[in-house]
Nanobody, 115 residues
């Protein structure tokens, strides 16, 4: 099992920045992709950004140029630096880790961007 602990969410004004962190523990050997998803009420969870074990990244079009995903393999942690935040970025953000063929999800952290 992999346990994920997220932190860094909160309330910020439009144009501001937040940094999310997600630390993995437990059976961490074999972790490959790490990523961030977000969900708003009534909508499906959507990919925000993903980073492979080799460092290749993928971003949703809506966050390109504003968000940056990174990982520290020594700390088993993935980060999401969010700049130029917009009210439409308001959501619960979830960390996801892929280990072998299994997906593990964090508990979610609320990000609220006020206009």
């Amino acid at each position: 099992q992999v346990q994920l602990v997220e932190s860094g969410g909160g309330l910020v004004q439009a144009g501001g920045s937040l940094r999310l962190s997600c630390a993995a523990s437990g059976s961490i050997a074999g972790i490959n992709a790490m990523g961030w998803y977000r969900q708003t009420p009534g909508k499906q969870r959507e990919l925000v950004a993903n980073i492979a074990s080799g460092g290749t990244t993928k971003y949703a079009d809506s966050v390109k140029g504003r968000f940056t995903i990174s990982r520290d393999n020594g700390k088993n942690t993935v980060y999401l630096q969010m700049n130029s935040l917009k009210p439409e970025d308001t959501a619960v953000y979830y960390c996801k880790v892929v280990r072998t063929v299994l997906n593990y999800w964090g508990q979610g952290t609320q990000v609220t961007v006020s206009s």
